[in-house]
T-cell receptor
Framework: KAGVTQTPRYLIKTRGQQVTLSCSPI?????VSWYQQTPGQGLQFLFE???????NKGNFPGRFSGRQFSNSRSEMNVSTLELGDSALYLCASSLTEGLNIQYFGAGTRLSVL | DQQVKQNSPSLSVQEGRISILNCDYTNSMFDYFLWYKKYPAEGPTFLIS?????DKNEDGRFTVFLNKSAKHLSLHIVPSQPGDSAVYFCGASQGAQKLVFGQGTRLTINP
């Protein structure tokens, strides 16, 4: 069974631009969560989607948004990029709603110049 | 507000010895705790978990201890192996609420 797939793996953008990251969960998994990893901050929760609905949301500004499609694939969008948005963005999937054991993708490394 | 804290950013242990990674939390409503391991250029992988009704869970070389009164959990790795060198994240959740992670501890196993 294929794992969680995130595309692209690396991305370079400039301040003010917007970016869309993609995540394909493990087949059969219906819950997708997004995290931001920065040095010293650990893994910070962005949001969780289940059945195309946002179920939980972290403390990030409205520039960060996401959505989930009927096939459970998810996208995350960041608008008006800032230098501080440079980070590793991780997607995780789990079988059902609720955020216990999750399976992570390798992440998308975003650099904002 | 950091609800889950891993106060040691790094830890160095001799191969064959015990590695002890610590994690403290502030929210007494957390009822499920997990440890994840992360290698460079890979996503975190689930290692072991424990629910608040237990105080110990063991899986091979890995044991997690939970001290609810102290709001503290620890991961013991015995014996430590070079392949255990990675960043370890502890996480905690309350029911179906979001999973909250610590900052991570980089473990280095020296031969």
């Amino acid at each position: 069974k294929a794992g969680v797939t995130q595309t692209p793996r690396y991305l370079i953008k400039t301040r003010g631009q917007q970016v869309t990251l993609s995540c394909s969960p493990i087949s059969g998994h219906r819950s997708v969560s997004w995290y931001q990893q920065t040095p010293g901050q650990g893994l910070q929760f962005l949001f969780e989607y289940f059945s195309e609905t946002q179920r939980n949301k972290g403390n990030f500004p409205g520039r960060f948004s996401g959505r989930q499609f009927s096939n459970s694939r998810s996208e995350m969008n960041v608008s008006t990029l800032e230098l501080g948005d440079s980070a590793l963005y991780l997607c995780a999937s789990s079988l059902t709603e609720g955020l216990n054991i999750q399976y992570f993708g390798a992440g998308t490394r975003l650099s904002v110049l | 507000d950091q609800q889950v804290k891993q106060n040691s950013p790094s830890l160095s242990v001799q191969e064959g010895r015990i590695s002890i990674l610590n994690c403290d939390y502030t929210n007494s409503m957390f009822d499920y705790f997990l440890w994840y391991k992360k290698y460079p250029a890979e996503g975190p992988t689930f290692l072991i978990s424990i629910s608040s009704i237990k105080d110990k869970n063991e899986d091979g070389r890995f044991t997690v201890f939970l001290n609810k009164s102290a709001k503290h959990l620890s991961l013991h790795i015995v014996p430590s192996q070079p392949g255990d060198s990675a960043v370890y994240f502890c996480g905690a959740s309350q029911g179906a609420q979001k999973l909250v992670f610590g900052q991570g501890t980089r473990l280095t196993i020296n031969p």
